[in-house]
């Protein structure tokens, strides 16, 4: 018999290769390193199902692991969340909408320090700050 928890694990990877396969439209990087990817999710995107039945939002928890992925794209290392020093969640994100996601990276050894800025074309999403490692396999 399958545990939730192993089933939680496999729904959770499906999304995340699901945010870079399909979500993601674009990566740019600037003069300054600065990275910017440019996102949007279908109606059907997984991470929507039942968040919320009758007005679908995109969760927090899939935001920060865009901004984990689009970390990781750029350092060529997956990347594993050791902590949040803050996140703001300021406005929802629905199905459709354009999700520019606007990253500052400091690494130090296997240690990475992600700067974020989410915006939609209507207002800034969220801000914050994670902490992640490099995930050496």
Do not use: W, Y
């Not at 039942?50 to 970390?71: E, I, K, S």
């Amino acid at each position: 018999m399958r545990s939730r928890e192993t089933d939680t694990m496999e729904t959770m990877n499906t999304i995340e290769s699901s945010i870079v396969t399909d979500c993601l439209k674009s990566v740019t990087v600037d003069e300054n390193d600065g990275i910017q990817g440019i996102f949007v999710f279908p109606p059907g995107f997984a991470a929507f199902e039942g968040h919320f039945p009758d007005q679908p939002v995109l969760p927090a928890v899939v935001q920060l692991a865009a901004v984990r992925l689009l970390a990781s794209r750029q350092i060529g290392h997956p990347l594993i969340p050791t902590g949040i020093h803050r996140a703001k969640f300021k406005s929802i994100i629905l199905p459709e909408m354009c999700m520019t996601v606007k990253l500052q990276l400091k690494q130090s050894g296997d240690a990475v320090s992600i700067s974020f800025t989410i915006d939609t074309d209507k207002s800034k999403a969220a801000v914050g700050e994670i902490e992640c490692r490099k995930h050496n396999s």
